[in-house]
């Protein structure tokens, strides 16, 4: 018989981030939004067309660039269907804007899987593999066919030292929520 998920270990929102996976709120944004839709090496223009944005309407980024990515897209031969988001101070939320392509938004917080990848770009689909597993594991619900990529670190030309949290926006099902809840002697593996 089945005692349930393993339990959930809560985890501060705040830079940094330890080892594993963890759940969390993400905080509310305002972003500077713009979708994509092709290949998937043409994302990076897709961000500085939003960098050159924010430069032009001489605004700073409050936090690092998130790419949105459609789950199942963007494999060999398939087009990435995303979005890039820039966040921005909420006051430019009212702003109008020369650029009918950049939207300008207020995302929510959201309750969110995550785990933070180190190293090279092209090891995320295995690290977003194993939040997933871990998800399933924990029974909790996915509220969105996406997942966040938050690039905390992304040095031109060194890809080894990229640091990229993965988000998957989650519900917490009854059975899940219980074993989060649990007193701290029954939380296992903390």
Not at 86 to 110: F, N, S, W, Y
Not at 134 to 149: I, S
Request: proline share 12%.
């Amino acid at each position: 018989m089945s005692k349930g998920p393993p339990p959930i270990r809560e985890r501060p929102s705040g830079p940094p981030r330890p080892p594993g996976n963890y759940l969390i709120t993400a905080e509310p944004l305002v972003v500077a939004s713009l979708p994509y839709e092709g290949a998937a090496n043409g994302i990076g223009e897709v961000f500085e067309h939003l960098l050159n944005w924010a430069n032009i309407y001489h605004t700073e980024a409050w936090g690092p660039l998130v790419g949105v990515y459609m789950d199942g897209t963007g494999g060999e031969g398939r087009h990435l269907v995303a979005e890039a988001w820039l966040p921005i101070p909420p006051d430019m939320l009212e702003m109008t804007h020369g650029d009918a392509r950049v939207q300008v938004k207020r995302i929510p917080p959201i309750r969110v899987a995550g785990t933070v990848h180190r190293g090279f770009p092209d090891e995320l689909g295995g690290a977003l593999r194993n939040l997933l597993e871990w998800v399933q594991a924990r029974e909790l619900t996915r509220v969105t066919e996406d997942h966040r990529q938050v690039y905390r670190q992304a040095p031109p030309g060194h890809p080894d030292a990229w640091e990229v949290e993965l988000q998957v926006p989650v519900r917490e099902s009854e059975t899940s929520a219980q074993g989060a809840h649990r007193p701290r002697a029954e939380r296992a593996g903390e």
